[in-house]
């Protein structure tokens, strides 16, 4: 969501107030807000589990929650706020999760698979990142990790990979990878992943908690 800088305050207010307590009361299990810091001010990130294509059937959620008179009443205002906005579904490679907490920084990362290599990506992640990462963050290195890739409303082959931080201090470094395999490891990882991926775009951000749950 992108919104109008004059506005910033009226979104978070909305949001605080009234778009939060209507997602606990309709049930969504987490709703977490991120703030660009690094990349498009004024955007802010928007992360909340899809359970089922079926929640798109009938009301939407802020109509469950609030009715359709007062629904459409906060609908208008955070249109007001919003320059606009993009909504995509990503599905969540469990597989890669290390629990990050209540960390509040967030680095992202995003990577557009090379043609057929995928799943081989995948593998490479599975193989070669997964233990110096689950290594890294019982060292305290770094907070956790999510991966996941893109499913709708994106290009295909899209991979994100989100690295939780405690704090803003460990980005001055080298990533969670090199830190942990040194130098000669980290030569040796990188070769063995080159081809794979291309590089897409980076964005650091921090996690709204009074907009969060």
């Known amino acids: 969501v992108r919104v109008k800088p ?3 305050g009226a979104w978070r207010a909305l949001q605080r107030d009234q778009v939060v307590p209507a997602m606990k009361k309709t049930g969504v299990k987490q709703y977490t807000v991120y703030e660009t ?6 955007e802010f990130v928007i992360v909340r589990p899809l359970p089922s294509f079926a929640e798109f059937n009938g009301e939407g959620l802020l109509e469950r929650a609030l009715g359709a008179h007062a629904a459409a009443a906060l ?5 007001d706020c919003i320059d606009s906005s993009h909504s995509r579904i990503e599905n969540s490679r469990d597989e890669f ?5 209540p960390a509040k920084t967030l680095f992202m990362s995003r990577y557009r698979a ?5 799943g081989d990506y995948m593998n490479f992640v599975r193989t070669e990142m997964m233990p110096p990462m689950r290594k890294a963050q019982q060292n305290g290195t770094f907070a956790g990790l999510t ?5 709708q409303g994106g290009e295909p082959n899209i991979i994100t990979l989100n690295m939780f931080y405690n704090d803003f201090a460990p980005l001055d470094g080298p990533p969670p990878v090199a ?7 980290t030569a040796e990882f990188l070769r063995k992943g080159a081809g794979l991926i291309t590089q897409l775009e980076h964005f650091v951000l921090k996690r709204a908690p009074e907009l969060s749950y």
Do not use: C, I, N, W
């Open 179 to 185: 830190k942990t395999l040194g130098p000669e490891g």
């Open 75 to 79: 609908r208008a205002r955070l249109d």
């Open 147 to 151: 991966v996941t890739t893109s499913v």
């Open 114 to 118: 090379m043609p057929g290599r995928a």
């Open 37 to 42: 810091l690094v990349g498009e001010q004024t």
């Open 97 to 101: 999760f290390l629990d990050p907490g």
């Open 6 to 8: 004059s506005q910033a």
